[in-house]
């Protein structure tokens, strides 16, 4: 066996299909339903992010794969290009988008400013007063778990292979993985795709879950025709402290809306945080006051791996050789799972990768001097 990969979610099917691509042999460990955790609470929104280079160079990549690979996804995996508009409520906000335009202008990134009459007469529903908008034109939507399953079955189109109901119990650097039921599995690869559940299985690791909330109404069909996202969103999903909340709405091709996003750390309860779940749609009806009439469907929470940077993990873990992480997407896992992929595939094979890869090596931090990761992992060795 070439290639183990421990999780089924988005990130590590799309490593399985591109390992798989290589001519590689891949087997993928799944404890529970593939896609049915992180991938299965996510918005689905593939966008580009340009907090800093490395996340703008990994979420303009895997934008740019998905847009080239939207033919061949299944009509259930739901992608539409409705682009997105990143809402300025005034004239700062305005400078910030134009700032936002000239940034991505300099990426040969497309996008459009808005003024708040063309704005109005692009979103009606939105409330009035809004200083204009930055829109992406190229920028999509699809439906998280079925996108997941289809990179899967591609994998296993090319020969890898799903071992469902595979509870890893720890790994080690010889290339060896302990199932829960007594089985031990070798390979000569071992990539650690789990999201939150990766530091179970990797102590050190400098990753820890983010708590989102999403809301999702019955349906309305044309009340919202692109992602409506508020320019202060960035600030939101990148603050490191306390709990947060921005505006965040999506036109499902069901005609129903999802609405986000909420951010939150030390709340490992999986349940309702009502009191943040309130001023979550608080805010989205400051921006669609419309949303009041509507009737929920459902309301969920997600966990999100997030990483002190924001940026994911991907390549080896620090001193060890068969040993390979790729996790700790946060809320652009999504987006970037297809660019991951084809990195952490390249760096398997010793092919140059066509992104730098130095930002997203879990090197970079200085939490894994303290006690290396081999020695973490030799110590929880079965």
Known sequence: MDVLIIGAGIIGSAVAEACARRGLCVQVLEAGIPAAGTTAAGMGHLVVLDDNPAELALSRDGLARWQARQHALPSQAEYRACGTLW?????????????????????????????????????????????????????????????????????????????????????????????????????????????????RLVPGLPLKPRKGQLLITERYPATVHHQLVELGYIRSAHTNDGDSVAFNVQPRATGQLLIGSSRQYNDLDSGLNWPLLQRMLARACEYLPGLLALQALRSWTGFRPATPDKLPLLGRVPGCQRLWLATGHEGLGITTALASGELLADLLCNTRPSLDPHPYDPARFDTWTAATPIQAVEAATC
């Open 87 to 199: 809402l300025a409520r005034d004239d700062e906000e305005m400078a910030e988008a134009e700032r936002k335009q000239i940034l991505l202008r300099q990426h040969g990134l497309d996008s459009q400013l808005l003024t708040a009459d063309e704005l109005r007469r692009c979103e009606p529903a939105l409330v009035n007063g809004l200083a204009g908008a930055l829109r992406r034109p190229d920028e999509a939507v699809l439906y998280p778990p079925v996108a997941s399953r289809w990179l899967l079955s591609q994998a296993e189109a090319l020969g890898a292979v799903l071992l469902r109901n595979a509870e890893v119990n720890c790994v080690n650097d010889e290339g060896e993985v302990s199932l829960s039921d007594g089985r031990t599995l070798r390979a000569a690869n071992i990539i650690v795709a789990a999201g939150n559940q990766s530091t």
